[in-house]
């Protein structure tokens, strides 16, 4: 069992429940993973096989927590990945003793096939982003802004994010007074040639 030094200080440091919690966590994933390996990420322990993050746990004052980095793949027949505290980190909620674990054959199945996985190569599929849409502007604000040539001329030569902040900040007006006093001093101020957030803007 090759352990990281790092982790040896992390649990010795941790409060007294947690300590015999994470004792345990590792020496379950050690004996289900042989070739696993220890490492120090983002402020706490994890876990690697194969060249990918297996799992990691960590301590807090209150509570400990321990997770799979595939999770969101991973065949979760007894229920023990989707913690009930969704304010936790981890998939097991907040653990506070040896008992809020599941049992250690259990464990040891998930750590498996977390590892499995890790062997396969399978990677989890990172969320493409959402495109945003193209700017739609309406017709009453270019009316607006047309009515005055300084005004129309800034908007023209905008980036289209600074021209989607004039927009949305109006359009997103729940009446009309409302709406028109937006549009009264967006006006006023592309005819200074400011932007939309120009008091926060860098000197």
């Not at 969101?72 to 505290?85: E, G, N």
């Not at 054959?105 to 096939?113: E, T």
């Not at 982003?129 to 009316?143: A, G, R, S, W």
């Amino acid at each position: 069992m090759q352990t990281d030094p790092r982790i040896d200080a992390y649990i010795a440091k941790a409060q007294p429940f947690a300590q015999p919690i994470l004792r345990h966590l590792r020496e379950l994933i050690h004996a289900a993973c042989p070739g696993v390996e220890e490492t120090w990420k983002w402020s706490f322990p994890h876990f690697m096989y194969k060249g990918a993050i297996l799992c990691s746990m960590a301590a807090f004052k209150e509570h400990a927590v321990f997770g799979f980095w595939k999770a969101s793949i991973m065949d979760d027949p007894q229920d023990i990945l989707t913690t009930k505290d969704r304010e936790s980190m981890g998939h097991m909620g907040r653990l506070s003793s040896l008992k809020d674990l599941p049992k250690d054959k259990i464990l040891k199945d998930y750590i498996k096939q977390a590892a499995k996985l890790n062997e396969q190569g399978v990677k989890i599929e990172k969320a493409k982003p959402v495109p945003k849409k193209d700017l739609e502007v309406p017709d009453y604000f270019m009316k607006a802004i047309k009515k005055n040539k300084a005004a129309h001329k800034t908007f023209e030569a905008f980036s289209t994010t600074n021209k989607r902040e004039y927009v949305e900040w109006i359009s997103e007006a729940k009446n009309d007074a409302t709406r028109d006093k937006r549009m009264a001093q967006a006006v006023e101020q592309m005819a200074e040639g400011k932007i939309r957030h120009w008091k926060y803007a860098k000197k």
